[in-house]
């Protein structure tokens, strides 16, 4: 069956799901603020900004108006930063019944509110909604490159349904009712990426990257835990595939930007060497606001030491050598039990 999908945001991403949604027989429709980059699409089937190399399938038509985008559409991908997620789900409850599947696929948490995109997808009063989250580079999902992803929603069937729209030989999608722990999983694994990024950028090795990765599933698990979510997601796709993923590929734009700020360079002499949003950073200040706002005594150091030195200028250097003379601690202080150890 065939559907006729809007998917809001020609960013990267936006753009190779619409590629792949197009692909797999579907009608897509795509949002795209920049109105050159709508005319590149339409008349030469190419992304000139993302993809200028990628010749577009020929079933994508772009917009500059959202009420033209998504008219007639009966499946809504939302591919936009996490800060304007709120602001556009309200205007397309607007234009969409309440009961359109809306597809959420930025990893972050709002600032303003403390919120997943999903939970502010739903506050404009849209009722089924699924995350898309994993190890999923866009350029790699272009390239048609063997790929696996979750789909996340409390509502099983519109999970089911979307897993059925999304999937192609290349691109395998799952579902998963902890929508709370894959979208934090998500979310929390671009911070770690800026530490990778920044440990990258001191010259660190892959040691370092190992222990880094492994000590932070430990950090998202108290977190996700805390926060009602499974821990056991975080052995999946949304959580370890995507922590792996993000904090080792040059893909990553959490990472590249972790890597300016361990070579010295200032926040925003970081953003103007990436030259895209970096979720990670904004994520970071939310969490760490969150924690001291509530008085939370969670331990997240890894995060805590990555807010330090975006936000209060804390040497890098300084900061993983904090890290890694912390009090003495057992490995998983959640399963000791003294009567495990040998008796002398």
Not at 70 to 91: D, F, G, M, R, Y
Not at 98 to 111: L, R
Not at 149 to 172: D, H, L, P, T
Request: glycine share 6%; net charge neutral; proline share 2%.
């Amino acid at each position: 069956m065939k559907f006729k999908i809007a998917v809001i945001g020609a960013g990267s991403w936006g753009t190779a799901l619409a590629n792949l949604l197009a692909e797999n027989g579907h009608q897509v429709n795509i949002y795209a603020r920049n109105q050159k980059i709508a005319a590149s699409i339409n008349n030469q089937h190419l992304n000139h900004k993302y993809f200028p190399n990628y010749i577009l399938a020929k079933n994508i038509k772009a917009y500059s108006d959202l009420a033209e985008t998504v008219a007639e559409a009966e499946l809504i991908v939302i591919s936009v930063p996490t800060q304007a997620v709120a602001e556009l789900s309200n205007k397309l409850n607007d234009l969409l019944p309440d009961e359109t599947i809306v597809v959420s696929t930025a990893k972050g948490i709002s600032e303003f509110d403390f919120k997943t995109n999903s939970q502010l997808i739903a506050g404009a009063g849209f009722t089924n909604i699924v995350a898309l989250s994993g190890p999923t580079h866009a350029e790699e999902v272009m390239e048609k490159l063997p790929t696996a992803i979750v789909a996340a929603s409390q509502n099983k069937s519109a999970a089911e349904q979307v897993q059925s729209i999304f999937m192609s030989k290349y691109f395998r999608v799952y579902t998963n009712p902890d929508l709370r722990g894959v979208e934090l999983g998500g979310a929390l694994k671009n911070v770690i990426a800026l530490a990778s990024g920044i440990c990258d950028g001191l010259n660190f090795g892959d040691n370092t990257r190992a222990a880094l990765i492994t000590r932070a599933l430990m950090e998202m698990n108290r977190f996700v835990e805390y926060q009602g979510g499974k821990i056991i997601t975080l052995a999946g796709l949304a959580g370890m595939g995507d922590l792996v993923v993000t904090c080792t590929s040059m893909h990553s734009r959490n990472r590249r930007f972790g890597i300016e700020i361990g070579k010295g360079k200032t926040l925003e002499e970081a953003k103007r060497e990436v030259k895209q949003v970096v979720e990670g950073v904004k994520t970071c200040r939310a969490i760490y606001n969150w924690l001291k706002d509530n008085k939370i005594n969670l331990e997240m150091p890894i995060t805590e030491k990555v807010y330090q030195v975006l936000f209060n200028g804390e040497d890098p250097y300084q900061a993983v050598e904090e890290l890694m003379l912390r009090s003495k601690k057992h490995e998983m202080e959640e399963i000791v039990d003294n009567s495990l150890w040998a008796q002398e």
